[in-house]
C-alpha cells in the first residue's frame, strides 16, 4: 500500500461533504508520518446529517427486509474484498499489527453476517391470543435516527457493530469515529453508504461539540455509544432532556482469577491468558486488566506467566510480521499507562518487563511501550482499580476463593471476567462474579462468539451488542390489541362511570 495521505470526507445524504477544516492523522509507529486527514465537522455539519437520516428514515422504515438484507449484502461482499487494503490502512493509523486489524475486520464480517441471516427472525410481528377473547399483534418497527459514536481503539468493528442491526431494521444513522482512528473506519462507511438510498448512513467527524449535537438534537431517536465510562456520564445528560433510547457499551476493569486447581504447567492455558492481557497492547475494553491467583499457586504461576509472555511478546512495527505488539495508539495513552506503572514502583511495587523489542531506534521515536508485569502492588492501587488500557497488568494473591470474589467483585465495573481453573470449579466462581460476560479458560476475543449478547453491568454500560439482543436493541414493539369487545364488561361512553 503507498504512504500517500489518504483524505477523508464527511458522508451526508449520499455525498462526500467537504468540511472547511481537515485535521491530520499521524502514524503512531512513525509520528513524523501523516496516514491521512479526516475533516472537523461543525454543528451545523451535525444538524444537516441529523436532518438526512431523518428525512431518509420516512421512506427507509417502509423498505422491503428482503431489499435491506440483499444491500447489505453486497457491501459485505465489498469490504472482504478489499479488507487488505482496509486492514493496512487501519493498521498504519492505530499502531496494532496487521494480522490484528485483519482479525478485526473478521469479527466485523462475522457480525453483518449474522445481523442479515437474523434480523427476519427477530423483526417478525407475532399475533398472539388476548386473555379477554380476540388478539394482540406484536409489530418490530424501526426506532429512528440512530447516532452512533465510536471509539478508537476497535473503530471498525464497534461502528458495524451498530450499523448493520439498526440499517437492517429500518433505521437511519449519523456515524461519528474518533478522531484517533478515522480512517478505516471511513473507508467501510463509504462502502456500505453506496449501498443505501442517500440519507440512511451518514457520516460525520470531530470532537465533543459534534457528539453533543448527536446526542441532544430531538430528531435523534437512539444513542448507540461505545466509549469511556466519563463520557458516558455527559452523554446521559445531553440526552435527558429528550429521553433518547440508548445502548451504552463502556469501560471495564476485568478480572482474571486464577483458581488453585489451574494447571500452570499449561502451556496452551497460559499463552491465552498472555493473549487475554496484551492483544492490541492492551487497548480492548475487554482485556484482563487485572490477575487475582490463589497464594498457594501464586509463585509457580508467576515465573511460568513470565515465561509464557517471554516467548510471545514482540514489540514492533505493525508491518514486520514477527511482531504481536504494535504501538499505543497516541502518546497520551502512553503517558496514562506509564503514569499508573510509576506510581506502583514508587510505592514499592515490582516492575518487570516482558518479551523483546525488535527495532529500538522505531521504539525509541514511536508511541510504543514494552508491556509489563507489577508485582507487589496494593489491592487498592490505582494500576488496580482503575482501566489501564495499555500493556501492563498487575497480578495479585488471594486467600481463598471468597476473597478472590471479594476483590473482583469490588469495582465500579463489571464488562467481563475469566476464571482459570478445573471447568466445575471455575463455572461455580463464575457464576457469582458481577460481569456481562465471564468465560473460563480464556478471556478477551479469544473467547467472543458475535452469535452471544455483549455488554456490561454497573458501570460498564446499558443493553447488549451482539447475538439476537443485539439487533433487538434497534428495534420498538408496538402492541396492538384487538380483544373481542362483546365479551368485555360493558364500559359507558365518555370514561368513568358514577
Ligand atoms: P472516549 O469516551 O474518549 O471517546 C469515544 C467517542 O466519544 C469518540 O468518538 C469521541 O470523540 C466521542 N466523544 C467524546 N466526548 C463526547 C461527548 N461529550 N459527547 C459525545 N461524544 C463524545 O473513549 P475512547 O478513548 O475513544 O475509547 C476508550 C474507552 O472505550 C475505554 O474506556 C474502553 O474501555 C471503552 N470501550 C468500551 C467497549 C465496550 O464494548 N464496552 C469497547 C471498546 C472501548
Keep these: 500500500m503507498s504512504d500517500k495521505p489518504v483524505v477523508i470526507d464527511a458522508i451526508i445524504n449520499g455525498e462526500k461533504y467537504k468540511a472547511e477544516k ?19 465537522n461543525t454543528k451545523e455539519d ?8 431523518n428525512d431518509a428514515f420516512a421512506s427507509w422504515r417502509k423498505s422491503a427486509l428482503d431489499e435491506r438484507i440483499e444491500r447489505m449484502r453486497k457491501a459485505i461482499q465489498t469490504i472482504k474484498d478489499k479488507t487488505p487494503e482496509i486492514a493496512q490502512l487501519l493498521s498504519r493509523e492505530h499502531g496494532k499489527p496487521v494480522y ?36 394482540t399483534i406484536i409489530a418490530r418497527d424501526a426506532i429512528g435516527v440512530v447516532s452512533a ?78 466509549g469511556g465510562t466519563e463520557t458516558a456520564k455527559d452523554i446521559m445528560k445531553s440526552a435527558a432532556d429528550t429521553i433518547k433510547n440508548m445502548t451504552l457499551e463502556l ?10 486447581d489451574f494447571d500452570v504447567d499449561d502451556e496452551e492455558a497460559m499463552h491465552r491468558l498472555v493473549i487475554s492481557n496484551f492483544l492490541t497492547a492492551g487497548q480492548i475494553c475487554m482485556i484482563a486488566k487485572r490477575i487475582y491467583v490463589d497464594r498457594k499457586i501464586y509463585d509457580k504461576f508467576v515465573e511460568k506467566y513470565i515465561e509464557a509472555a517471554n516467548k510471545w511478546i514482540r514489540v514492533g512495527d505493525p508491518f514486520d510480521e514477527n511482531v504481536t ?25 515490582e516492575v518487570i518487563k516482558l518479551g523483546k523489542v525488535l527495532d529500538q531506534d522505531l521504539y525509541d521515536k514511536g508511541y510504543f511501550m514494552q508491556p509489563t508485569v507489577v508485582l507487589g502492588a496494593d489491592y487498592k492501587d490505582p494500576i488496580v482499580v482503575e482501566e489501564q488500557f495499555g500493556p501492563t497488568v498487575p497480578i495479585l494473591p488471594f486467600d481463598d476463593d471468597e476473597h478472590a470474589l471479594e476483590l473482583a467483585n469490588d469495582s465500579i465495573y463489571g464488562l467481563t471476567s475469566s476464571v482459570w ?63 373481542d369487545t362483546l365479551s368485555l364488561p360493558y364500559i359507558p361512553e365518555g370514561g368513568e362511570s358514577d
Design 100 to 135: 490484528d486489524s485483519e482479525g478485526e475486520i473478521g469479527v466485523s464480517l462475522a457480525w453483518m453476517e449474522f445481523a442479515c441471516d437474523n434480523v427476519k427472525d427477530v423483526l417478525s410481528s407475532e399475533i398472539n391470543e388476548h386473555d379477554g377473547g380476540g388478539k
Design 46 to 53: 451535525t444538524i444537516k446529517a441529523i436532518d438526512a437520516a
Design 325 to 349: 505488539i504494535g504501538a499505543v495508539n497516541n502518546k497520551k495513552q502512553t503517558e496514562v499507562v506509564q503514569d499508573l506503572v510509576d506510581d506502583a514502583e514508587r510505592k514499592g511495587a
Design 22 to 40: 481537515q485535521e491530520p492523522r499521524e502514524n503512531p509507529a512513525h509520528p513524523d508520518k501523516v496516514v491521512g486527514y479526516a475533516p472537523v
Design 421 to 483: 481453573g478445573k471447568e466445575e470449579h471455575a463455572v461455580k466462581i463464575a457464576r457469582r462474579i458481577q460481569a456481562g460476560t465471564t468465560m473460563i479458560n480464556t478471556a478477551a476475543v479469544q473467547g467472543l462468539d458475535v452469535r452471544f449478547p455483549f455488554g456490561g453491568v454497573k458501570q460498564s454500560g446499558i443493553g447488549r451488542e451482539y447475538g439476537k439482543e443485539g439487533l433487538l436493541a434497534y428495534i420498538e414493539t408496538h402492541v396492538i390489541n384487538l380483544p
Design 149 to 226: 459514536i465510536s471509539p478508537w481503539n476497535y473503530p471498525i468493528s464497534l461502528s458495524t457493530i451498530k450499523i448493520a442491526p439498526a440499517l437492517l431494521a429500518g433505521n437511519t444513522m449519523v456515524l461519528k469515529p474518533s478522531p484517533l482512528a478515522p480512517l478505516a473506519v471511513s473507508k467501510v462507511a463509504e462502502i456500505i453508504a453506496d449501498e443505501f438510498p442517500p440519507g440512511v448512513l451518514n457520516l460525520v467527524h470531530g470532537e465533543a461539540d459534534v457528539g453533543v449535537e448527536l446526542t441532544s438534537n430531538e430528531k435523534v431517536a437512539k444513542i448507540a455509544f461505545t
Design 251 to 260: 469501560g471495564g476493569n476485568d478480572a482474571a482469577v486464577v483458581l488453585d
